[in-house]
């Protein structure tokens, strides 16, 4: 059965795509807000969400392996490859400093969306993809930069 791929966003996506950032926006907000508690909870539990995230986002090239009719079974491989990188990545952040678990954190999104882009010449993605994931990954690493600066304040 063909993959049918929706031309707009389905309203799901964009509700639980953009309420994935509270967390995100709400961790940065306290982390600025309330630094009596940055060290022991708001940064921790940020780098947290972030490595959570991170690791999620993995998982969609996972799926994208496993269904996009157009993958040569080499590009294939390489997607299944890529998919747990992202989870690799998220893990270490929560076992180095704040401010470095972040910086792992935002390279780890910074990669995965770069490796979006390189899935969309070879394949085809919805048309709305792209655009939703660079503002997700823009705010999530702004939101995960601004924890990191609070965290050596």
Known sequence: MP???????????????????????AL???????????????????????????????????????????????????????????????????LVPPAAGAALLIAGFAAHLAQDFRLQRIAMLAPWYLRLRVQLTSVACTCLALGAWASTR
Do not use: E, K, N
Request: hydrophobic share 55%; proline share 9%.
């Open 28 to 94: 940065a907000t306290a982390c600025l807000a309330w630094p009596a508690l940055r060290s022991t909870w708001w940064v921790p539990a940020l780098i947290g969400y972030g490595a959570v995230i991170l690791s999620f986002v993995g998982a969609l090239h996972w799926g994208f392996a496993m269904t996009l009719p157009d993958l040569t079974l080499r590009q294939r491989h390489a997607s299944f490859a890529w998919s747990v990188v992202p989870s690799l990545l998220a893990w270490p952040a929560l």
């Open 3 to 25: 993959v049918t791929i929706p031309v707009q966003r389905p309203v799901s996506v964009t509700w639980l795509g953009y309420g994935g950032l509270i967390p995100f926006l």
